[in-house]
């Protein structure tokens, strides 16, 4: 049996705290202090910001606030890459992403729907190494929705 890949947290103790007690605090709190917002119907999708939690957390908060709503089993999460240049799209390979909080399951199956299109997507580890764009909006996804599956993408 394969051993699983996981990446561990690249940010975790600077955009967000390290200790799972605190970080569940913080994010529930965030989402508690969110402004009730009246949305017609509930999102399929929301735009969320990737800075620390400190600069941009509350933001995100209202995004997930929406979000915590709605029932689904992936959350599909495109980011750029700040530190990694490569062409076209990168979806991570691996099994998982780790968090303080625990892990996040990658969606196999849809990984494998998606590369099997044959385009500019390939799997890959590129671009999810140290990048904090997908990772800071783990946490929020494992208090909303722990059961979740996620699908990492990362833009060259």
């Given amino acids: 049996m394969k051993a699983m890949q996981i990446r561990p947290p690249a940010v975790s103790g600077l955009f967000y705290p390290s200790d799972p007690t605190l970080l569940a605090l913080e994010i529930d709190g965030m989402i508690e202090d969110c402004i009730d917002v009246n949305v017609k119907g509930l999102p399929i999708a929301v735009i969320a910001p990737h800075a620390g939690y400190a600069y941009s957390g509350p933001t ?3 995004a997930y606030a ?3 709503k709605r029932s689904f089993s992936t959350a599909i999460i495109v980011s750029p890459s ?3 240049y490569f062409n076209g799209i990168s979806v991570y390979d691996g099994d998982a992403y780790r968090t303080p909080l625990g892990l996040m399951n990658v969606d196999v199956e849809l990984r494998e729907r998606l ?6 997507i390939k799997s890959s580890v590129m671009g999810h190494r140290d990048e904090h ?3 800071v909006h783990i946490p929020f996804l494992q208090r909303i929705h722990p059961e979740c599956k ?3 993408i990362v833009m060259g």
């Fill in 66 to 68: 929406v979000l915590k």
């Fill in 115 to 120: 590369l099997a299109e044959k385009g500019i």
């Fill in 150 to 152: 996620i699908l990492p």
């Fill in 60 to 62: 995100a908060a209202s």
């Fill in 82 to 84: 700040h530190r990694e």
């Fill in 133 to 135: 764009a997908v990772e």
